[in-house]
């Protein structure tokens, strides 16, 4: 194959890959955190998706209950509750998915509470801010 040629197909797969690209949303990230991240700021771009997973137990009656969700910044795309493997009872993760859809800064503040038990103080807390650029 002659240089021109292999210049020449080099050249066109560039410019197909190039093209190919054009237009594409930018590349979006998923930052997952956890209850280490209590008090602490996460700074995401728009379109990125925070997954927030913290222990609960709600077989006790407790759950976390949002005070705070950061909106307009950020929106709640999915909420579940996912049980540990060991025995019946013994708790398990309750994850959230949220997305930033807009440039700002807001904060999420849970407490961990039972719900019938709202003029009690939360027996636990977690904080965040989350700034969107």
Do not use: Q
Not at 15 to 36: E, N, Q, W
Not at 100 to 119: H, M, Q, T, V
């Amino acid at each position: 194959m002659s240089a021109s040629r292999i210049f020449a197909t080099t050249a066109t797969l560039l410019l197909a890959l190039g093209v190919s690209c054009f237009g594409r949303a930018p590349h979006t990230k998923m930052v997952a955190i956890d209850g280490s991240y209590d008090g602490r700021e996460v700074v995401l771009n728009a379109g990125d998706e925070l997954d927030l997973s913290l222990p609960e137990n709600p077989t006790t009656g407790f759950r976390w209950d949002f005070a705070a969700k950061a909106e307009p910044v950020c929106s709640i795309v999915k909420s579940e509750f996912k049980p540990s493997e060991g025995p019946p009872g013994s708790g398990g993760t309750h994850r959230w998915l949220l997305k930033a859809e807009r440039s700002g800064s807001g904060k999420i503040e849970l407490e961990y509470r039972r719900p019938w038990e709202k003029d009690k103080p939360a027996a636990r807390t977690f904080h965040l801010t989350i700034r969107v650029r």
